[in-house]
């Protein structure tokens, strides 16, 4: 530059190293596909449209019937990607989706695109329920069949977690081998190559406008889906043992509940009537807010856990976590907070609740909300951004 000479190759370089710094923070046009637009899936997606650098579109299916949109989904987002006039750089589907019914009905616009798929959970870990029909037919084979493939076909597979994804790469030894022959058996190592852990961006400062006091006795709270993957008969079992042991505390059992909840929650309502300050969903985020922010305690006995998204929102408004020291918790606690946070066994969950609530003037007084901190799309979504150029 300037007077200096700069030789021909050197000016070369130059073009290149400028060009190379222009790509590496270049924009993508990308389509977010995501059949079962609903709770933490539909957060997700908008949280990631609303704080994304990238120009990001949605194409959505209402979130209910999950088998079918897992089957059929792919064909009516397929009609509408067809119908779009919008070419995006990248296509980034979740796990929901088929992904290769999706790129063979749509190949004359998709074919030279690359393709992300992103694993909120997969079919081949997720426990079922024993008296789900498909389970009784043997037809549940078919809903990892389809994560199977899509994993196959994308260019990149991300999960929500080292767990999910070691989880998944892991069950799939086993699920091949169950068919009569071409079993595929060296797929997996493809698969695995392409597959990184990229964690779950969450829009936790809407939080911050609800913070309340908390109430006089401590109050123990669970803010998940009242489903039996979440065991609640180990945590009411704990609540009933510290209630005939004569520690007080206050109950909050928040979350959805479905029709075919299971039926220990009736019992519970029973069990614990003098106890209760709420039962049931929270109709507005407002009051979802305000009960985490009064709560206290957070006992967790889930048998699966991908992520946790209704444990680092808690955690978040400073709720004292007490977790399984399995599935995707230890790797998202940092290593200085095991000690406190995560129990090995029922003798010791019931001796960090009681500790918990002996001490609640310690605990109230704890500042926690930074182990989830770093899980908020500020921090997040730039990671994401990377992750998404990386593909290209």
């Given at each position: 530059a300037g007077s200096t000479p700069v030789s021909g190759t050197k000016k070369a370089n130059l073009c290149w190293l400028f060009y190379f710094s222009q790509l590496v923070n270049f924009n993508v046009k990308i389509l977010l596909i995501e059949p079962y637009y609903t709770g933490s899936h539909k957060h997700w997606?908008?949280?990631?449209?609303?704080?994304?650098?990238?120009?990001?579109?949605i194409l959505?299916?209402?979130?209910?019937?999950?088998?079918?949109?897992m089957h059929g989904g792919a064909i009516t987002l397929a009609q509408k990607f067809n119908d779009l006039d919008w070419n995006p750089d990248l296509i980034m589907a979740t796990d929901m989706l088929d992904l290769s019914t999706f790129l063979a009905l749509t190949k004359r616009r998709s074919y030279n695109v690359p393709t992300a798929l992103y694993f909120h959970e997969n079919q081949l870990c997720y426990p079922w329920s024993p008296n789900d029909r498909d389970i009784q037919h043997t037809r549940d084979t078919h809903y990892g069949f389809i994560n199977y493939v899509s994993a196959l076909t994308a260019d990149q597979l991300f999960f929500n977690s080292e767990f999910h994804m070691n989880s998944f790469l892991n069950?799939?030894?086993?699920?091949?081998?169950?068919?009569p022959d071409h079993k595929g058996l060296d797929s997996v190592d493809s698969i695995r190559k392409k597959s990184k852990s990229l964690y779950l961006g969450m829009d936790l400062k809407k939080f911050d406008?609800?913070?309340?006091?908390?109430?006089?006795?401590?109050?123990?709270?669970?803010?998940?889906?009242?489903?039996?993957?979440?065991?609640?008969?180990?945590?009411?079992?704990?609540?009933?043992?510290?209630?005939?042991?004569?520690?007080?505390?206050?109950?909050?059992?928040?979350?959805?509940?479905?029709?075919?909840?299971?039926?220990?929650?009736?019992?519970?309502?029973?069990?614990?009537?003098?106890?209760?300050?709420?039962?049931?969903?929270?109709?507005?985020?407002?009051?979802?807010?305000?009960?985490?922010?009064?709560?206290?305690?957070?006992?967790?006995?889930?048998?699966?856990?991908?992520?946790?998204?209704?444990?680092?929102?808690?955690?978040y408004c400073n709720t004292w976590p007490i977790l399984p020291n399995r599935l995707t918790y230890p790797e998202l606690l940092p290593d200085k907070q095991h000690k406190d946070h995560l129990y090995s066994d029922d003798t010791e969950i019931l001796e960090k609740v009681i500790w918990a609530i002996d001490h609640i003037e310690k605990i109230r007084a704890s500042q926690v909300r930074f182990i989830s901190e770093p899980f908020d799309w500020k921090t997040m979504a730039p990671i994401y951004d990377k992750a998404m150029r990386s593909v290209l």
């Open positions: 997606a908008d949280g990631y449209k609303k704080h994304s650098v990238h120009e990001i579109r959505s299916m209402k979130g209910q019937f999950w088998k079918w949109r069950a799939l030894p086993p699920f091949l081998k169950q068919f406008g609800h913070r309340i006091d908390p109430g006089d006795k401590p109050l123990i709270l669970w803010n998940h889906r009242w489903e039996y993957d979440k065991n609640p008969e180990s945590f009411f079992w704990l609540l009933e043992k510290i209630m005939n042991d004569g520690h007080e505390f206050n109950l909050a059992i928040l979350g959805e509940n479905f029709s075919q909840s299971p039926s220990i929650f009736d019992q519970a309502q029973t069990t614990f009537k003098d106890s209760i300050v709420k039962w049931g969903y929270a109709e507005t985020f407002d009051e979802y807010a305000r009960w985490l922010w009064k709560a206290d305690i957070l006992p967790v006995t889930s048998d699966q856990e991908f992520f946790g998204v209704s444990v680092m929102e808690a955690i």
